[in-house]
Structures are given as structure tokens and as C-alpha cells.
């Protein structure tokens, strides 16, 4: 697997303290997982391979700064909880 890079190791420990999770349903989980390693950390939903589309995504690095957003990022890989 790649190193990540700085700003994507931030948000990961970020997302450790905001209650970020995988999604519950291991199927889209390892499809997910499957999809990331054959586009190399892109979003396997995704077209375009440009940063704002390596996983954790920067649509979903947006939204999980909202305190009050709770959701699934937009390839349902990782959930925001609230609780």
C-alpha cells in the first residue's frame, strides 16, 4: 500500500476523533477497498484521478468539518456519526 501523504494522515487522525467508521455492510466495504487498490487510492466512483478524489476523498474531508454533518462519504466507505 502507499505511504500516505501528510494531509491525508491529518484527517485521518482527525476522523478518529470526529467518530469516523467504515461503513456497517462489509460488502461495500471490501468493494470499496477493491475499487481504491486497482485506481491506486482514487475513488473507485469516480472518473477523474485528481487529489480532491484520493481517498478520504476532499468532498468528504469538507463535509465531516461540519460538526453537525453525520453521513456517508460519497462512495458509502466511511460514515460520520454524530453520537
Request: net charge negative.
Amino acid at each position: 500500500m502507499q505511504i500516505l501523504s501528510e494531509h491525508i494522515l491529518t484527517d485521518f487522525l482527525k476522523a478518529e476523533l470526529m467518530k469516523i467508521r467504515y461503513n456497517e455492510n462489509e460488502q461495500v466495504v471490501s468493494a470499496v477497498k477493491e475499487g481504491l487498490e486497482r485506481t491506486g487510492g482514487y475513488c473507485p466512483c469516480r472518473l477523474e484521478r485528481t487529489e480532491d478524489n484520493k481517498c478520504m476523498c476532499r468532498e468528504f474531508r469538507e463535509q465531516i468539518k461540519d460538526p453537525e454533518f453525520e453521513g456517508y462519504c460519497h462512495c458509502l466507505l466511511y460514515y460520520k456519526s454524530l453520537e
